[in-house]
């Protein structure tokens, strides 16, 4: 497969978070994913590694380097996964509101294993 070829469903895919939310997140990879599939992650953070079902709901146009957007939703994650993920965010937006400097609160976006 070259650049922005479709990932046949079902296939591994590696690649990362680019926005993280309590409800989904934006995945960037370099091969698209069919809008509409079902996937299983894990997503690195820190001191943990989050597992969620998502699904896929829209695929953006490659960029420049050949990298793909994918707006995902989550639709399956533990309640332990998703308090942590509670948490994550809304310290997040608690500093940014404060007006504190806000590092991206998981620091270089986290890998995630499709």
């Given at each position: 497969?070259?650049?922005?070829?479709?990932?046949?469903?079902?296939?591994a895919?590696?690649?990362?978070?680019?926005?993280?939310?309590?409800?989904?997140?934006?995945?960037?990879?370099?091969?698209?994913?069919?809008?509409?599939?079902?996937?299983?992650v894990?997503?690195?953070?820190?001191?943990h590694?989050?597992?969620?079902?998502?699904?896929?709901?829209?695929?953006?146009?490659?960029?420049?380097?050949?990298?793909?957007?994918?707006?995902?939703?989550?639709?399956r994650?533990?309640?332990?996964?998703?308090?942590?993920?509670?948490?994550?965010?809304?310290?997040?937006?608690?500093?940014?509101?404060?007006?504190?400097?806000?590092?991206?609160?998981?620091?270089?976006?986290?890998e995630?294993?499709?």
């Amino acid at each position: 497969m070259t650049r922005g070829e479709r990932v046949p469903p079902g296939a591994a895919r590696d690649g990362r978070v680019r926005d993280l939310a309590i409800g989904g997140c934006a995945l960037v990879t370099d091969r698209a994913l069919p809008i509409g599939e079902a996937r299983t992650v894990e997503i690195s953070l820190p001191g943990h590694t989050l597992q969620a079902r998502l699904r896929v709901t829209r695929v953006d146009a490659p960029d420049a380097e050949g990298q793909i957007l994918h707006a995902c939703r989550f639709e399956r994650i533990s309640t332990a996964d998703e308090d942590r993920l509670h948490r994550l965010v809304l310290d997040h937006q608690r500093q940014d509101l404060r007006g504190e400097s806000v590092e991206p609160p998981l620091g270089p976006p986290p890998e995630v294993a499709l």
